[in-house]
């Protein structure tokens, strides 16, 4: 059964500092993809970085890069340089199947403090 | 190009009504879903579609149902509003890999 797992309801990092979020998928599709969004106190989703399971290197997005570790099935989130509008929820999420479409879930998400 | 357009913003049901929240994209996008999002917690998929006229059951799919005409139009329904349906509801489309979502309804049923 598909499961996405993010086991840190909180996390706090100083501002300029790197943080890694945690995500870990359960999946017995070969064919997959591994997102992460932000969702800021306005309450939007904001897309940030793309994992497909076949991609041979890590994602990257600016400050942010996608820690994929195939084997342990975990898909962490690495934010560069902290900032403080990067206070916010990030959340996980998963989608089997092909290309375009299919179920996609989330986890329960992170909530990021970044202190000045 | 508007993108994914949910309608309304904000509504307050009593027990026992029904309403229907709306949904459109202007994208030609196949692939649409409904998340709902409680306080403090991550979305669940209520339902989605693959295109026109199939719809599929997510991981909460009680006390809503769906129908997709067309491509443009993602209605979700509730029948029977109950204080558990109290949540954000996103709808969403795929755009290349990822999600588009629209800005969400707030529903308070009480």
């Known amino acids: 059964a598909q499961k996405i797992t993010q086991t840190q309801p909180g996390m706090f990092v100083q501002e300029k500092e790197a943080v890694t979020l945690d995500c870990t998928y359960d999946?017995?599709?070969?064919?997959?993809?591994l997102f992460w969004y932000k969702q800021p106190s306005s309450g939007e989703m904001i897309f940030l970085i793309y994992?497909?399971?076949?991609?041979?290197q890590n994602a990257t997005e600016g400050r942010y890069s996608l820690n994929f570790q195939k084997a342990r099935k975990s898909a962490n989130l690495v934010i560069s340089a902290s900032q403080l509008g990067d206070s916010a929820m990030y959340f996980c999420?998963?989608?089997?199947?092909?290309?375009?479409?299919?179920?996609?879930?989330f986890g329960a998400g992170t909530r990021l403090f970044v202190k000045a | 190009n508007a993108g994914v357009t949910q309608t309304p913003k904000f509504r307050i049901l009593k027990i026992g009504q029904s309403m229907t929240l709306q949904c459109a994209q202007d994208m030609n996008h196949n692939y649409m879903y409904w998340y709902r999002q409680d306080p403090g917690m991550g979305l669940k998929l209520i339902y989605y579609s693959v295109g026109a006229g199939i719809t599929d059951k997510g991981e909460v799919p009680n006390g809503y149902n769906v129908s997709r005409s067309t491509t443009e139009d993602f209605p979700l329904r509730l029948e029977l509003a109950a204080p558990s349906q109290t949540s954000v509801y996103f709808c969403a489309s795929t755009s290349g890999e990822k999600l588009l979502f629209g800005s969400g309804t707030q529903l308070s049923v009480l």
């Open positions: 999946t017995s599709d070969p064919s997959y993809g």
């Open positions: 994992q497909g399971s076949y991609d041979q």
């Open positions: 999420a998963m989608r089997e199947g092909g290309t375009g479409g299919f179920k996609t879930i």
